[in-house]
């Protein structure tokens, strides 16, 4: 068995062989890819012959990936990192041109416009390799994350003038009417991209989503990422931005995570053939017969672009780790220098010898990329372990690009025990900004030594609250789990912010009762173990909503963390039911109004179930926290426990957290609920709820 038959046996057996074996032995599977490549290429044993039709398959593995990472970001979180992606990426990008072009010139006698090609494709990052690492140890809402990709997305938008420029360098055309040209097909594609996005993509799917069909969907996936690709393509810019765009557009619908699943197979074995077809470049025989001078190539590019970048990263706000680990991802070749170097051999702008060091050399670099990642993971620890206690009191630069930025929008979390954690993580994959504050010094130092904004201070003093401009939070989230620090706290923040979204885990249903009643905080009881992730979930899932969350992402993000748990339950409806039994407020089961109308002196059957099923849920629960004076607690007693008596009596906040975490439907009986609820429990118990006297705080 020859030809295409063998080369796709050999390649699926590569793609499924290697990543089991690099988890064995503790490597990342992007060096058994490219080992695999070497081996299997026209370099080593030349077991693949069809080289040309890998690479073609190998393309599409960057195009779904980039499709993938435009998934992960909307219109409203590129804009938010407008400063890294043409402040830190544009000035990254020219600043190594000029540099590399000027060292190929001295040091490698290359005329003026193989220089000017030459500096511009290896001033390029690889994406594939930065973002697949980034993406496996779930960094990409890190500050270093986000800097990485900003700088990544400039230099996808850098391939298109690079690519122009190009032919005219070899002295066909005019430079003003080719980059004219460019711009006019640019502003056509994304155009085209933005219209069809808004009026075709929506309809479209919502469409064939209404048809139940797996395939009609995964079908219009694949149409979407590709035609979008080849239509960049075909204008002449990078197939991957238009694949990106596409991804960016989708972000917006609710069928974001649905596409996310459905393309994440075809992105995994195409992109782990780009990673086999990069080791096909590396000439093994090359290596050792030129050893001098592919070290000094593949130390320079490494060395100038880890250096250049980590200083622009330092200049534009970064803290020194974070700017050291961002200049050693990124100091490698990227993919669109194999393009580039391609055009420019056909060009006649380089000869063979030269493109084939060059492609060995930027290969190399793109192989030391994991290594590299490591070193500076390493590195950044122990900058980050030796720095002074400013570094974890929010003195430091990471933490004064967040709360001194106007437009950062962040958010407070007090609390950074087994709730803020799940809090925090919430708001990362939201790409919402926040800063963490945590009284335990050593809880924020073991968070901080691992790059995140999480603080040591007490936000109940003014001072330190003014040192985290507080008051240019968005929303303060409160975790303490301590009953009384966490009064403390909030009374604090209610008296020096009174107009402020305050957000606060509360110890018991009277907890919340009296922080709801008389400080207009949304409290929320946990009614499951303190070791149960399910405790956070209701609570960190409420504070996405009540941010403005859509609430099928957030109910996707929630049932990716409670999926073993909740297998087969309906998510939507525990989620809703979950936040207002921790909010205190009972959402009876929807009945027929002809039901409702006659049965108004007396409470309805959907009431009585909800709050049996409520008393079920509380008392088999173990570990909670609600008050029993005999053990033996009457049925009413117990829905007096879960709720406040007079609902209509809720603060502002607590509505407002109520009705984003309600469906609309839904809505309409609560009122109702409001209404009728006080005098069938007057009725009920024979006393005056009004004549209760409150504990004081």
Not at 62 to 80: D, N
Not at 251 to 261: I, L, M, N, P
Not at 390 to 410: K, P, R, V
């Amino acid at each position: 068995m020859k030809g295409p038959k063998s080369d796709t046996l050999c390649l699926l057996f590569a793609t499924a062989m290697i990543t089991p074996l690099c988890k064995m032995a503790g490597t990342s599977p992007i060096l058994g890819f490219l080992a695999s490549g070497m081996l299997l290429g026209p370099n080593g044993f030349g077991v693949i012959r069809g080289i040309h039709t890998t690479e073609h398959l190998a393309e599409l593995g960057i195009v779904f990936f980039l499709f993938e990472m435009g998934l992960e970001l909307s219109v409203e979180r590129l804009k938010s990192m407008k400063k890294d992606v043409f402040g830190l990426g544009l000035s990254q990008y020219t600043l190594t041109a000029i540099v590399l072009g000027m060292v190929a010139k001295i040091f490698g006698g290359l005329s003026g416009p193989a220089s000017v090609v030459v500096g511009g494709a290896l001033s390029l990052s690889s994406s594939a390799f930065v973002l697949q690492l980034i993406k496996d140890k779930k960094e990409l809402a890190t500050r270093f994350g986000k800097a990485s990709f900003g700088v990544l997305l400039l230099q996808d938008l850098a391939v298109v003038p690079l690519l122009v420029a190009t032919p005219i360098l070899a002295g066909s055309g005019s430079l003003a009417g080719a980059l004219g040209g460019a711009f006019v097909k640019a502003g056509m594609a994304l155009s085209g991209i933005a219209l069809a996005g808004r009026f075709a993509l929506n309809p479209l799917f919502k469409t064939v989503a209404a048809a139940n069909s797996q395939e009609a969907f995964l079908g219009l996936i694949l149409l979407t990422a590709l035609g979008m690709s080849f239509l960049t393509e075909g204008l002449g810019l990078s197939n991957t931005l238009g694949a990106f765009l596409a991804g960016v557009l989708l972000s917006e619908t609710k069928y974001r995570y649905q596409v996310e699943a459905d393309i994440a197979p075809f992105r995994g074995i195409l992109l782990g053939l780009f990673f086999v077809t990069v080791g096909f470049e590396i000439d093994v025989g090359l290596i050792v017969n030129n050893l001098p001078v592919v070290s000094a190539i593949v130390a320079g590019i490494l060395g100038l672009k880890a250096g250049i970048l980590t200083l622009l990263s330092k200049a534009f706000g970064l803290s020194t780790a974070t700017a050291v680990r961002t200049g050693l991802i990124l100091c490698q070749g990227g993919e669109f220098a194999f393009v580039a170097f391609g055009l420019a051999r056909s060009l006649g702008i380089l000869d063979a010898a030269t493109t084939k060091m060059l492609l060995t050399s930027v290969s190399l670099t793109m192989a030391l990329t994991p290594f590299l990642d490591q070193m500076g993971g390493k590195i950044a620890k122990k900058m980050e372990e030796g720095a002074d206690f400013t570094h974890y009191m929010g003195q430091d630069d990471d933490a004064l690009e967040i709360t001194e930025n106007d437009d950062s929008g962040f958010v407070v979390v007090v609390g950074y025990g087994i709730v803020g954690k799940v809090v925090c993580d919430l708001l990362d994959k939201k790409f919402i900004r926040y800063v963490g504050m945590e009284r335990d010094p050593k809880k924020a130092i073991e968070a901080r030594n691992k790059g995140l904004p999480v603080f040591f201070g007490d936000v109940g003093r003014q001072e330190v609250a003014e040192a985290f401009s507080v008051d240019k939070a968005n929303a303060v989230i409160v975790c303490i789990s301590d009953k009384a620090e966490a009064t403390r706290a909030v009374i604090a923040l209610r008296r020096m912010y009174p107009d402020k979204k305050i957000f606060a885990r509360a110890a018991d249903a009277d907890h919340a009762k009296r922080l709801q009643t008389t400080l207009d905080v949304a409290a929320m009881v946990p009614i499951l173990p303190e070791d149960n992730l399910l405790l956070t979930l209701p609570f960190g899932g409420a504070v996405l909503r009540s941010l403005g969350a859509p609430a099928e992402e957030v109910n996707y993000i929630l049932a990716e963390k409670r999926r073993e748990v909740l297998s087969g339950k309906e998510l939507e409806k525990f989620e809703e039911e979950t936040v207002l039994a921790q909010l205190g407020v009972e959402k009876p089961e929807e009945v027929d109004e002809e039901e409702t109308a006659g049965e108004d002196n007396e409470p309805s059957e959907a009431v009585a179930d909800a709050a049996s099923e409520t008393e079920k849920q509380v008392e088999s629960t173990p570990g909670e926290e609600i008050v029993k004076e005999d053990g033996d607690v009457p049925s009413s007693e117990a829905k007096e426990a879960v709720k406040p008596k007079e609902p209509k009596a809720l603060m502002p906040l607590v509505q407002q957290v109520v009705d984003a975490n309600t469906s609309p439907e839904s809505k309409k009986p609560v009122e109702k609920e409001v209404e009728v609820e006080p005098e069938e429990e007057e009725a009920e118990s024979g006393s005056n709820p009004k004549e209760e006297v409150m504990e004081p705080l």
